[in-house]
C-alpha cells in the first residue's frame, strides 16, 4: 500500500531551526510537494522537489531522497507566524497526490 | 496569479437540506479540480478529481449521487451535498490545477467550513 509518514507534532523555539522529516513508501514516484496549513485555512505551496537535493527558498528548504524514501522540510530563523501544520505530499505513477496526515509545528516564545 | 476562490466560507444548514459550494479559478484555465474534505486534526482526504466536461473520478468510499460535481467551465466546479447530515460537517477544500495529464501544482481555495445541525 501507499504510506507517507511524519511527526504527529512538534515544538521548537522561536529564532531556533526545525527539522520537519516525511517518509514515503509509494507506487512510484513522481514528486514531493510540502504544503503549510493554518488552522482552519487552506494549505498554501511551499516547494515541490522531484531530483534528490536540497531545495533552498529563504528560510524554509527541503531535502529529497529518492533512494531512502526520505524528504525533510528545514525552517530556519522560526518565526511565531511559522506554527501551522506541515503536509507531505507524494505524487504517485498515476499522478495522484497521496498525502500525509501532517504535523503540527508549535513554537514557543 | 494562481488564485482560486471558493464560496461561501461557512454554511450552516438543516439536516436534509442541500448545499452548493462553488470554486472558482481567478487568472488561469482550471483543466482539473480536485475536491477534499478534511476533519479536525487530520489531512486533507481527496473526495473526487473533475475535469472540465467529463464526469467527475470519485474516491473509494464517496458516494457520487451525495456528493455532486460539476465541472461545467474551465474556471468553475462545483460540489453540492445532497440531503446533509451532521456527519457531513467538515471543511471541504477545492483545488484547481492548469494542465490535465503529468502533474502541476494544485492551487488551493480557502475552504469552505460546513456545519449541518
Known amino acids: 500500500g501507499q504510506n507517507i509518514d511524519q511527526p504527529t507534532e512538534m515544538t521548537a523555539t522561536e529564532g531556533a531551526i526545525v527539522q520537519i522529516n516525511c517518509t514515503y513508501q509509494t507506487s512510484g514516484f513522481n514528486g514531493l510537494f510540502w504544503y503549510q496549513q493554518h488552522a482552519g485555512e487552506a494549505p498554501t505551496f511551499l516547494s515541490y522537489?522531484?531530483l534528490d537535493g536540497l531545495e533552498e527558498k529563504g528560510r524554509f528548504s527541503s531535502f529529497l531522497s529518492r533512494s531512502k524514501g526520505y524528504s525533510y522540510l528545514l525552517l530556519k530563523e522560526l518565526q511565531m507566524k511559522d506554527s501551522a501544520s506541515y503536509l507531505c505530499?507524494?505524487?504517485?505513477?498515476?499522478?495522484?497526490?497521496?498525502w500525509g496526515a501532517g504535523t503540527k509545528l508549535i513554537i514557543k516564545p | 496569479g494562481a488564485v482560486v476562490s471558493q464560496h461561501p466560507s461557512r454554511v450552516i444548514c438543516k439536516s436534509g437540506t442541500s448545499v452548493k459550494i462553488e470554486c472558482r479559478s481567478l487568472?488561469?484555465?482550471?483543466?482539473?479540480m480536485f475536491w477534499y474534505r478534511q476533519f479536525p486534526k487530520q489531512s486533507l482526504m481527496l473526495m473526487a478529481t473533475s475535469n472540465e466536461g467529463s464526469k467527475a473520478t470519485y474516491e473509494q468510499g464517496v458516494e457520487k449521487d451525495k456528493f455532486l460535481i460539476n465541472h461545467a467551465s474551465l474556471t468553475l466546479s462545483t460540489l453540492t451535498v445532497t440531503s446533509a447530515h451532521p456527519e457531513d460537517s467538515s471543511f471541504y477544500i477545492c483545488?484547481?490545477?492548469?494542465?490535465?495529464?503529468?502533474?502541476?501544482?494544485?492551487?488551493f481555495g480557502p475552504g469552505t467550513r460546513l456545519t449541518v445541525l
Open positions: 487568472d488561469f484555465q482550471a483543466t482539473t
Open positions: 483545488s484547481a490545477s492548469p494542465q490535465a495529464g503529468g502533474y502541476n501544482e494544485q492551487f
Open positions: 505530499a507524494c505524487v504517485d505513477s498515476n499522478y495522484q497526490l497521496i
Open positions: 522537489n522531484v
